[in-house]
């Protein structure tokens, strides 16, 4: 029985479908101005394990995340570089694409562009005009009247009175009330604009997301997810947009992802501390960045530093280590979720999609298959890490994968091995052990066995 901690409700909940057997889930996705940093990566990574387990739990899952596109902080990068605005977004689409291709993220079925979606947003704005919830300002902007709109301030848990009390924006003399968000903003010279009922202009950013989820999942949806910063005012707006624009009920299940932080504050490219997903991967492999994220419940916070980093990949050498000594059997057979481990596995993937308990239970897996020897478990050891996305490569091939673009090469490697063997058999130790410390600086560890010699990377 899959529980959910719904942020809406402040509790774990039972998960119910709206639609037996299928799920719609929408995830706040990314503004494209610039390269994500470890925050994005954590947004990722953790809806895509929790997307693994719905679909491993077999339901039929709509997944849906979108790019915001068009933003203020888009406009004034591209007028910064001199390029068009399509230009700047698409080369950082490119490369958040490959940034979530390396880190083992499957690709969403639908990743829309709120560029793509203009006219279904001017529809709901319509919609909010015809109910008395959104007003034209005399700067020409079109407002959400927040006060008009009945439970406002349900997800953040806060009052009207208190979210005004704890305003420290400034005055918008412009706005009904200091607490209403834009819609549709006016065009300023130079910023690019649609033509619209209210004049030439463009969407304001919360009313993207409502658009877009209703248009491809429906006005009724299981789950949307996204990072705890956006759970006010974001996600709160798009729920006010859409209940009050469509009634009733938006989505059944908010989830929201912990902060990465770093030295106990939040990463943020405001205070500057952020790591790009790139600039980690030339120092971690992938999987590593992966495994560090995922070994954290997804509600938690997560403290980045190379210490943690380092940790998660002695970590995930261990189970490596597990399936290059005990080689996994071949099996086609699906998971045998009766099976003892399997079972305490999906126990903790079932309590609010825990992936530190899940991955605990790797680790003792992983001891019993040694102690062992049971290819069985070795086989059941990367069956289960394959549910979260993890295992899936060779044990040499991961534990001899270089390391961004650092590193000895292979053919390098094997060149010295090969010169070692030759200076051992001629009784030159000293020199083989000139050999093996050179390894060792590259950060090669060699392992002598029975079979002769192997290494990885350390």
């Known amino acids: ?54 679909k491993a739990s077999g339901y039929e899952v709509t997944y849906v995340r979108n790019i915001t596109d068009i933003d203020d902080k888009i406009i004034r990068r591209a007028a910064e570089n001199g390029e ?15 940034d979530a291709a390396a880190l083992g ?25 015809a109910n008395g919830l959104a007003y034209r300002a005399i700067d020409g902007d079109v407002n959400y009247a927040v006060r008009k709109f009945e439970g406002y301030g349900k997800l953040s848990g806060k009052s009207l009175d208190d979210l005004r009390a704890g305003e420290r924006v400034e005055v918008d003399t412009t706005k009904h009330d200091p607490l209403d968000f834009v819609l549709w903003k006016h065009a300023k010279p130079g910023d690019p604009a649609w033509p619209s009922p209210w004049g030439e202009g463009r969407p304001g950013w919360h009313i993207e997301c409502s658009a877009m989820s209703c248009q491809l999942l429906g006005k009724h949806f299981d789950i949307h997810g996204g990072g705890q910063d956006l759970q006010f005012p974001h996600h709160e707006n798009e729920i006010a947009q859409s209940e009050g624009a469509y009634g009733g009920p938006f989505v059944n299940y908010w989830m929201h992802n912990g902060f990465v932080r770093v030295d106990n504050e939040k990463m943020s490219k405001s ?15 992938p999987e590593v960045v992966r495994f560090f994220i995922l070994r954290a419940h997804y509600r938690s916070p997560l403290n980045h530093s190379d210490a943690h980093l380092n940790d998660a990949r002695a970590s995930l050498d261990t189970l490596y280590f597990t399936l290059r000594d005990v080689p996994p059997v071949e099996t086609d057979a699906a998971i045998d979720w009766t099976q003892p481990f399997a079972a305490r596995f999906k126990a903790a993937m079932d309590d609010d999609f825990d992936t530190h308990g899940a991955i605990a239970v790797l680790f003792e897996l992983a001891h019993e298959a040694r102690r062992g020897t049971d290819g069985k478990l070795s086989a ?6 394959g549910v979260l996305g993890l295992l899936d490569r060779a044990p040499l091939e991961y534990l001899r994968a270089p390391v961004g673009e650092a590193g000895m090469s292979e053919a390098r490697i094997e060149a010295l091995i090969a010169q070692r063997i030759a200076a051992k058999q001629a009784r030159d130790f000293a020199g083989a052990d000139r050999l093996r410390e050179q ?17 990885r990377r350390a």
């Open 1 to 54: 029985m899959l529980t959910i901690f719904n942020s809406l409700k402040r509790e774990k909940q039972v998960f119910t479908p709206i639609e037996p057997g299928k799920v719609k889930m929408y995830v706040c996705g990314m503004t494209v101005y610039d390269y994500c940093h470890l925050g994005h990566a954590r947004v990722m990574v953790s809806f895509d394990a929790i997307y693994r387990w719905l």
């Open 84 to 98: 068009p605005i399509e230009a700047l977004t698409n080369r950082f689409i490119a490369a958040m694409h490959e």
């Open 105 to 129: 993220v499957q690709t969403p079925d639908h990743e829309p562009r709120a560029t793509g979606f203009v006219p279904q947003m001017q529809e709901l704005i319509r919609r909010l005009e």
């Open 271 to 285: 205070l500057g501390n952020f790591f790009t997903i790139r600039d980690v991967l030339k120092a971690y492999d």
């Open 380 to 385: 059941l050891l990367k069956q289960l890490g």
């Open 439 to 455: 390894l060792k600086a590259a950060g090669i560890v060699l392992e002598d066995g029975p079979q002769g010699t192997t290494w």
